[in-house]
Every structure is written in structure tokens, then in C-alpha cells.
């Protein structure tokens, strides 16, 4: 009796264009074509894609609802030996996309994972910023205003660059927070339809781009990518500095009120600027 070892296949991350077709690699292109199966979030959307490079390949749903179940049903045909590909609607598979859990089991049933690098709308973002490339990543903030507030000021002392996705409806609310999270001052980029005919990359404190965004209906527009200079101790430094009075106040206030009450009251008591005395209890917070 001859024993016949099938070979596992592998499972291709493919990065696809986020905007521009024309940013598709010569090497995605090729495992699209040469896998037997490609994963996708949205048959319809991912159709599209591979019939403008004409390739023809069953496409099955992998998305948040059945990741599990489906990446567990993938990977069973990968280790009988089929090729798989893994796409998103736009850009890099599991930056904000789904795919980690099927790469997770894959890793640990031993399943080699294959990166086709290319188009990410974060570090296209990063490159054309201008700002420092350390930088952390963390992607969509909570629709919730409160959340989003915590979740920044969890940041407030990050002195790498923070970078945040962003949709279109939640954009101004999104740099409000921020501009009472990080000061007005705080320098900061939005980065907005990158690859696409309205791009545009503005550079500016984070109260110029609050008042660019609200001011241009089209700058509400499309997609995002909010980028946040890091903190630097000159920025609370620069000019004014808290009275130890005002400090006095404001450790009293903070232990009776939230951050945002006991800043706001200890202003109105001090007469010393808001945002510094938010600053500086940030600082005391974190230390
Ligand atoms: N995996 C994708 C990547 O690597 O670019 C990101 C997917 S995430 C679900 C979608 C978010 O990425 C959008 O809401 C937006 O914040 C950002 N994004 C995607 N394409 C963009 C573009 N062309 N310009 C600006 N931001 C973009």
C-alpha cells in the first residue's frame, strides 16, 4: 500500500489598493490569480476588484459575524492542501480588518502565512505627514462620546506619533475631543482620500483643522486618517506655567470632581489657562 501525503497550502495576506487601482503590486496580482480561494469581508465589493484585473476565483465571506466558524472551515481546506488569499475591502487585511483570528489559528495548526505587502491607508498617511514616524496605532475610536474622551486622555502624554481612522460622520466630534484632550495647539494632520481625486493632507494645530473641517462641507467627506503629533514637555512648558496656588486649587478640585469639571472650575477660580491646568493634571494622573 503507497501512502500519499497531500502538501498543506498556504494562506496569502493580500494588501489591495485603497483608493487607486493603479497602486495594486505585481505580486498580488499574481497569487490572486494562482491561489484556489480567496477570503474577502464583501463578495460584492472584492468581485468588483478582480474583475477589473480579471481574475477569476471563488470568493467566500469572512467578516466579524463568522470568522470563527469560516476561518476554521478555511483553514481545514488549507491543510488538505488548497492556496488561499486573504483580502479586505481596502488596503491592508487586519489593520482595522478583519482576518486575525483565521492568521491566529493558522499559526497555531502550523499553517504557513504569506504576506503580500502593499497599500495601507495608515502608513500612506504617515508617510505624507510630515510628522515623526515613531508612532502607535489605534485605529477607530468609540462612537461614545465618553469613551472617546477616556480613550484620549489615555494618550494626552503619548510623546509618539498617535494615529486614528476616522468616518466621515464622526469627524468633527472626533477633533473636538481632541482639541480639549490634547490642547488646541497640539500639532496634527488629517489625512483625508488618500489615492483618491479629493485627496487632501492638511497639516495644522488641531483648533485650525477643527475650524478647516467645520467650515468646507467637503472636508467632511470620504475617508480619514487623523494623525497627533506626540506630547512634548515644551508644549506645557511653553509660556505660562501653573501658580503653586492654582496647583493647591486644582488637587483639591480634582479630588472631589471628574478631570473635566475640576479643570474647568479650577480655571474659573485661577484665572490660569484651562488647557494647561488639564495638562497638568494628565501629568499627575499618569505619574
Ligand atoms: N485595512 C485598511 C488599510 O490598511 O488601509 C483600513 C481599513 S479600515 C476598516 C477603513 C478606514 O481606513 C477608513 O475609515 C479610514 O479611516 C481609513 N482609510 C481607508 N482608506 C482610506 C483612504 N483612501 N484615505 C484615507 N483614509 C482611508
Do not use: C, W
Given at each position: 500500500?503507497?501512502?500519499?501525503?497531500?502538501?498543506?497550502?498556504?494562506?496569502?495576506?493580500?494588501?489591495?489598493?485603497?483608493?487607486?487601482?493603479?497602486?495594486?503590486?505585481?505580486?498580488?496580482?499574481?497569487?490572486?490569480?494562482?491561489?484556489?480561494?480567496?477570503a474577502c469581508e464583501d463578495t460584492r465589493h472584492s468581485q468588483r476588484l478582480l474583475q477589473h484585473f480579471a481574475i477569476k476565483k471563488p470568493l467566500i465571506a469572512l467578516h466579524e459575524q463568522n470568522e470563527r466558524e469560516m476561518a476554521i472551515k478555511l483553514l481545514e481546506g488549507v491543510e488538505q492542501g488548497?492556496?488561499?488569499?486573504?483580502?479586505?475591502?481596502?488596503?491592508?487585511?487586519?489593520?482595522?480588518?478583519?482576518?486575525?483570528?483565521?492568521?491566529?489559528?493558522?499559526?497555531?495548526?502550523?499553517?504557513?502565512?504569506?504576506?503580500?505587502?502593499?497599500?495601507?491607508?495608515?502608513?500612506?498617511?504617515?508617510?505624507?505627514?510630515?510628522?515623526?514616524s515613531r508612532f502607535i496605532?489605534?485605529?477607530?475610536?468609540?462612537?461614545?462620546?465618553?469613551?472617546?474622551?477616556?480613550?484620549?486622555?489615555?494618550?494626552?502624554?503619548?510623546?509618539?506619533?498617535?494615529?486614528?481612522?476616522?468616518?466621515?460622520?464622526?469627524?468633527?466630534?472626533?477633533?473636538?475631543?481632541?482639541?480639549q484632550i490634547f490642547g488646541e495647539t497640539r500639532e496634527a494632520v488629517i489625512a483625508r482620500e488618500l489615492t483618491k481625486t479629493f485627496e487632501t493632507i492638511r497639516l495644522g494645530t488641531l483648533s485650525e483643522l477643527l475650524n478647516a473641517t467645520q467650515s468646507d462641507p467637503n472636508q467632511v467627506r470620504g475617508e480619514?486618517?487623523?494623525?497627533?503629533?506626540?506630547?512634548?514637555e515644551e508644549k506645557i512648558?511653553?509660556?505660562?506655567?501653573?501658580?503653586?496656588?492654582?496647583?493647591?486649587?486644582?488637587?483639591?478640585?480634582?479630588?472631589e470632581l471628574s478631570l473635566k469639571q475640576a479643570t474647568s472650575l479650577a480655571a474659573k477660580i485661577t484665572g490660569q489657562s484651562r488647557h494647561l491646568l488639564y495638562e497638568t493634571a494628565i501629568q499627575w494622573k499618569a505619574e
Open positions: 500500500m503507497t501512502l500519499t501525503l497531500k502538501k498543506q497550502g498556504i494562506i496569502y495576506i493580500v494588501a489591495t489598493p485603497i483608493g487607486n487601482l493603479g497602486d495594486v503590486s505585481v505580486r498580488a496580482i499574481e497569487t490572486l490569480q494562482s491561489v484556489d480561494k480567496i488548497e492556496s488561499l488569499a486573504l483580502i479586505s475591502d481596502a488596503g491592508t487585511p487586519l489593520i482595522s480588518d478583519p482576518g486575525y483570528t483565521l492568521v491566529r489559528l493558522a499559526h497555531q495548526r502550523g499553517v504557513r502565512v504569506i504576506p503580500i505587502p502593499g497599500p495601507s491607508a495608515l502608513i500612506a498617511a504617515l508617510s505624507a505627514s510630515g510628522l515623526a496605532f489605534e485605529g477607530f475610536l468609540s462612537p461614545k462620546a465618553i469613551a472617546r474622551q477616556k480613550h484620549l486622555e489615555t494618550l494626552a502624554k503619548e510623546r509618539r506619533t498617535v494615529v486614528f481612522f476616522e468616518a466621515p460622520h464622526r469627524i468633527i466630534e472626533t477633533l473636538q475631543s481632541m482639541v480619514f486618517v487623523i494623525l497627533v503629533s506626540g506630547f512634548t512648558n511653553s509660556g505660562e506655567a501653573l501658580t503653586p496656588e492654582a496647583e493647591h486649587t486644582l488637587k483639591i478640585l480634582l479630588s
